[in-house]
């Protein structure tokens, strides 16, 4: 308790910049790492669109949600019955030849420049696929490097699950850890949602990557005070404590 008392003034150094790199693909180990999200659509846009930009009959309308806040919206219309997908890659409120697509079973893919503010911006590929008569989006790619935990350096890995392109959204992205050191990021005992605490080896962690995954905080705080803990440091089961904490993320994410 002492100890622990003591350890919650100390900030772990944080991993030098540059150590965690942006991986563009949709696996890790045989794994999807990727959450698609649905498109929220509705039977007007929420903007007109441009004269001369004439979409079906009966095509819904929406938009994709990137960047911080999701704040980047990026228009989508949808008509089903023709399969046809248009989205507004370059946000200039318009839909070119090159923003027209035929969405078939399989997902269509197009690069996007996604800002994550203090005036980085990165290119990332966007997936979009059917989902039921709509259609849901999802950002490709992870980022991966090392923490400093407990003097200790482990593997991490970040995906984003809430399909804004962002690696640092409380309860909606993910941290993977290998605290086990065997090379691979357990499903169950070795990842958590961004903004719980994590507890390993009698102390408890906090994770806090920039927006862009590039970039990864370790603080180091007691269970006594933590306020975004959704765990019992006390716990004498690891491994349960592990197993709810996901089960609770996943029934409230968009991951399916
Ligand atoms: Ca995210
Ligand atoms: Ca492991």
């Given at each position: 308790m002492t100890l622990l008392l003591l350890s919650?003034?100390?900030v772990v150094p944080a991993t030098p910049p540059g150590d965690w790199r942006f991986v563009d693909e949709t696996t890790r180990d045989g794994r999807s790492v990727v959450a698609f999200r649905t498109v929220e659509l509705a039977d007007a846009p929420?903007?007109?669109l441009d004269p001369s930009d004439k979409p079906p009959a009966g095509a819904k309308f929406g938009s994709v949600g990137v960047g911080p806040g999701g704040r980047q919206r990026?228009?989508?219309v949808w008509h089903a019955a023709s399969s046809t997908l248009?989205?507004?890659e370059n946000g200039d409120g318009r839909f070119s030849a090159t923003e027209r697509h035929s969405l078939a079973d399989k997902p269509i893919e197009t690069k996007i420049a996604i800002s994550f503010g203090d005036g980085v911006k990165h290119e990332r590929a966007v997936m979009?696929?059917?989902r039921g008569d709509g259609i849901a989006w999802a950002i490709r790619g992870y980022t991966i490097g090392n923490v400093t935990i407990n003097g200790k350096k482990v593997a991490g890995m970040l995906t984003d699950?809430?399909?804004d392109g962002c690696f640092d959204g409380a309860g909606a992205d993910r941290v993977w850890l290998?605290?086990?050191g065997d090379g691979r990021f357990d499903a169950l005992t070795e990842q958590f949602p961004l903004g719980t605490a994590i507890s390993t080896d009698g102390a408890a962690f906090l994770i806090r990557p920039a927006p862009d995954g590039l970039q990864?905080?370790?603080r180091e705080r007691p269970g006594e005070n933590g306020t975004c803990g959704l765990m019992s440091f006390a716990s004498p089961r690891p491994e349960l404590r592990s197993y709810a904490q996901i089960t609770l993320a996943n029934s409230a994410n968009w991951s399916s």
């Open positions: 919650a003034a100390l929420t903007r007109p990026l228009g989508v248009w989205f507004d979009i696929r059917r699950g809430d399909a290998d605290l086990d990864v905080q370790v």
